[in-house]
């Protein structure tokens, strides 16, 4: 249940950042903060140039109330903003825990796998933490048993693809891993749609393939050649057979 709790969590605090309110709130401090610099700015240059006392400290007092002001906006926004990253990781990380414990037992743990996937696909969107998600996904994937993500081979398939080095190649390294893994050992459920999709330029008339490499990219037909190819080399023997 940890892992709901702090997903729960984390959706609540990732729900509020979307909306108007808080990037309206966002812009207010910024502009709050380019006011404090140019205010200080302006008191620094009086300071320099003698000026008049009273100036001077009016300018003092200004800034002050200012610091105070973004000060408290920035604490505000901190408070939603620091814990996101914490609840995401502790969420991954009490799934990955759980369904490594529950090893091959049938208990019916889909409600559980489905969110943790769900956490690492959106984690993969934009997210702050992806390096580290993603080196998690990559060690704890290889201790779950294949057959748990079976029911998710097509959501799962979709998303391969080419990616330079960086967070996004570090997805696809735990996300080829794990097809490689669900193909090896569970061929005749997960063969089959990772050779139509290697397929995809042979499909039917010139125009069938160029419109199906529209739809799902070059990218994609590679990534599954090669997973393909990695099966055949690197696989069991009857499932290299297989291909």
Not at 26 to 41: N, T, V
Not at 47 to 70: H, P, R
Not at 179 to 186: A, G, L, S, T, W
């Amino acid at each position: 249940q940890l892992g709901h709790i702090c997903a729960n969590l984390h959706e609540d605090l990732l729900s509020r950042i979307h909306t108007n309110e808080w990037k309206e709130a966002g812009a207010r401090l910024r502009m709050k903060q380019q006011q404090y610099q140019e205010s200080f700015r302006i008191l620094e240059s009086l300071k320099k140039s003698g000026k008049d006392t009273q100036e001077v400290q009016e300018m003092t007092n200004l800034c002050a109330i200012l610091k105070k002001e973004n000060e408290a906006m920035a604490n505000e926004r901190n408070q939603v903003e620091i814990p996101l990253p914490w609840y995401l990781r502790r969420a991954l990380e009490s799934f990955l825990m759980a369904l490594e414990a529950a090893g091959t037992r049938t208990d019916d743990l889909s409600g559980h796998l489905y969110r943790m996937v769900s956490l690492w696909f959106s984690s993969h969107e934009g997210g702050r933490m992806e390096d580290i998600t993603n080196e998690m996904m990559i060690g704890g994937l290889r201790k779950i048993a294949s057959f748990r993500f079976v029911p998710l081979t097509n959501q799962l398939f979709s998303r391969v693809e080419n990616a330079e080095p960086g967070s996004k190649q570090k997805f696809q390294v735990a996300l080829q891993d794990l097809i490689f893994k669900m193909c090896n050992d569970h061929p005749y459920h997960c063969l089959v749609p990772l050779m139509a999709l290697a397929n995809g330029k042979i499909v039917g008339s010139d125009a069938e393939a160029s419109t199906y490499l529209e739809n799902t990219g070059r990218s994609k037909v590679d990534v599954a050649k090669a997973i393909l190819g990695k099966l055949k080399k690197d696989g069991l023997e009857y499932v290299g057979d297989l291909i």
